[in-house]
């Protein structure tokens, strides 16, 4: 959450439900990638959990692979160099990965807790 002059030093992955109360947080450093946090924040959730909303950042072959293992159901965009990539094998790319933009608005809910906790200094 903190700020120098090469960026952010710690960054935050929350696991909010749809009212937006948290399940799960994994503080991380600055630089670390999103992606691969993303399944120990879910492991930390104190129930199943049954879908997950999020942005390109967490868009990957292998994620989507374990999410569907674990028979978690997935609203992510995905990023425009695995659309290519994908076009660029043809046939053998396979579909696109399914995507409702409607499920996908509700991913809000996990900004506005990030400002909402943002406003406490002592969180913050």
């Not at 696991?15 to 120990?40: F, I, K, M, Y």
């Not at 978690?72 to 965009?77: E, F, R």
């Not at 990539?85 to 933009?101: E, H, I, Q, T, V």
């Amino acid at each position: 959450m903190g700020h120098s002059r090469g960026g952010w030093t710690t960054k935050s992955h929350a696991l909010v439900d749809a009212s937006g109360h948290l399940c799960s947080l994994v503080v991380t450093p600055g630089q670390a990638g999103e992606n691969p946090r993303l399944l120990d924040v879910i492991d930390l959730a104190p129930h199943r959990v049954v879908r997950v909303v999020a942005d390109k950042a967490y868009s990957h072959p292998s994620t989507r692979t374990e999410l569907r293992r674990r028979r978690i159901k997935v609203t992510i965009p995905e990023r425009s160099d695995q659309i290519a990539r994908r076009k660029a094998k043809g046939s053998r790319g396979g579909r696109p990965p399914a995507f409702d933009p409607t499920i996908y608005k509700g991913r809000n809910v996990v900004e506005r807790f990030f400002n909402r906790i943002k406003e406490f200094r002592a969180i913050a």
